[in-house]
């Protein structure tokens, strides 16, 4: 699943990483969702982690219903890809760790 960044609303920095910013996402849930998200913001090697993230969500995508709750029971693993205006993936949305 991919989201254009601009349809994410209001986002509220949480910290900083060595690859990337996390956001707080308001105001968005994915279709059928209901878990509170965050957007980590790809900084540097933004090919291979858009890679990576698409990968990963392509996998979690793959599972069924009991396989993705198991998973989301046990990491907080990428749900969607994020899309900036040129169509390249700029970063990835996750579950909001409470």
């Known amino acids: 699943?991919?989201?254009?960044?601009?349809?994410?609303?209001?986002?509220?920095?949480?910290?900083?990483?060595?690859?990337?910013?996390?956001?707080k996402v308001t105001g968005y849930h994915?279709?059928?969702?209901p878990a509170?998200?965050?957007?980590?913001?790809?900084?540097?090697?933004?090919?291979?982690?858009a890679q990576a993230a698409e990968a990963s969500?392509?996998?979690?995508?793959?599972l069924d219903a009991a396989g993705?709750?198991?998973?989301d029971g046990r990491a907080v693993w990428p749900r969607a890809l994020v899309e900036g205006r040129r169509g390249t993936v700029e970063?990835?949305?996750m579950s909001l760790i409470p």
């Open 91 to 93: 970063g990835l949305l």
């Open 30 to 33: 994915l279709p059928g969702d």
């Open 57 to 62: 969500v392509a996998f979690r995508a793959g």
């Open 36 to 49: 509170d998200l965050a957007y980590k913001e790809f900084t540097s090697h933004e090919a291979e982690q």
């Open 68 to 71: 993705r709750a198991d998973l």
């Open 1 to 23: 699943m991919r989201i254009e960044k601009r349809s994410l609303g209001s986002l509220t920095w949480i910290a900083k990483g060595g690859l990337g910013e996390v956001f």
